[in-house]
């Protein structure tokens, strides 16, 4: 697992322009990558489940104050998703935490492009909010919320690709050698990465008792959050370099 996380970083650490363009195809690159890697480990493993591991409740940011931003939260969702796990949120007295439900290999993943990709878009907003003046808060919020949701979209994109890719791969495979074993495993292995999902889910089901919390109320500035749009579609989810986040270090992210 530190292979492909330490392959991601290296595509990440690519793109060193500050150009805002540059900044989003990584992500994607880098999703595309670990979901490709997800699909050969699940193709490996097919055989021997008893070698899976184990579902585990840990922590994936945590921060100062009673509340989480929305734009934090809406990261912690699609990053997770992304990569077999799920997310609820709790407080203590002094602070908030997203904790992330899955399996240790799936969840390290998911933290790491948390980190860089909240890194990432709080710089962008910092510096587009410069550019036009400091707007205010509720256009910042905005762009990252905006901003989230292109990267969230993009991300999604990316898993589809790299399974269609796979599909394609095993097809082609199939008609030299005139079989259907190739695209059977493919396929199985596609379907046993999509239900890490629902295991994790679960496994929060039956360990935890979590209550449904209300949808919190956020005023949107349509243009701020149109230009955190445009800005995710150009985050170069490879210019990530910059994070320097270990591969494995399970603690929680502050900020």
């Given at each position: 697992?530190?292979?492909?996380?330490?392959?991601?970083?290296?595509?990440?650490?690519?793109?060193?322009?500050?150009?805002?363009?540059?900044?989003?195809?990584?992500?994607?690159?880098?999703?595309?990558l670990m979901a490709k890697h997800?699909?050969?480990?699940?193709?490996?493993?097919?055989?021997?489940?008893?070698?899976?591991?184990?579902?585990?409740?840990d922590l994936l940011s945590s921060m100062e104050g009673s509340r989480i931003a929305s734009w934090k939260s809406d990261l912690g969702y699609y990053v997770s998703r992304a990569n077999g796990c799920r997310t609820y949120h709790s407080r203590q007295r002094r602070s908030s935490r997203i904790h992330i439900v899955g399996r240790p290999s799936d969840a390290a993943k998911a933290r790491y492009m948390f980190a860089y990709l909240r890194n990432t878009i709080d710089e962008l907003?910092?510096?587009a909010s410069k550019e036009r003046g400091n707007p205010g808060r509720t256009w910042v919020n905005s762009f990252r919320r905006g901003a989230v949701s292109e990267v969230g979209r993009r991300m999604m994109a990316a898993i589809k690709e790299a399974q269609e890719e796979a599909r394609e791969l095993a097809a082609a495979t199939d008609r030299v050698q005139e079989t259907s074993t190739a695209l059977v495993k493919v396929n199985a292995a596609?379907?046993?990465?999509?239900?890490?999902?629902?295991?994790?889910?679960?496994?929060?089901?039956?360990?935890?008792?979590?209550?449904?919390?209300?949808?919190?109320?956020?005023?949107?500035?349509?243009?701020?959050?149109?230009?955190?749009?445009?800005?995710?579609?150009?985050?170069?989810?490879?210019?990530?370099?910059?994070?320097?986040?270990?591969?494995?270090?399970?603690?929680?992210l502050k900020g």
């Open positions: 697992m530190e292979d492909v996380i330490e392959k991601v970083r290296k595509l990440l650490a690519l793109s060193k322009s500050s150009n805002v363009n540059e900044a989003a195809n990584a992500a994607k690159m880098a999703q595309k997800a699909i050969e480990e699940a193709m490996l493993d097919e055989s021997d489940p008893a070698e899976d591991e184990d579902i585990e409740d907003a910092k510096a596609i379907a046993k990465v999509d239900a890490k999902q629902a295991d994790a889910k679960t496994w929060m089901d039956t360990n935890l008792n979590l209550r449904t919390r209300s949808a919190s109320s956020f005023t949107v500035d349509s243009h701020g959050y149109a230009a955190g749009k445009r800005a995710g579609a150009s985050i170069d989810l490879s210019s990530g370099g910059r994070a320097g986040l270990g591969s494995g270090n399970r603690k929680a």
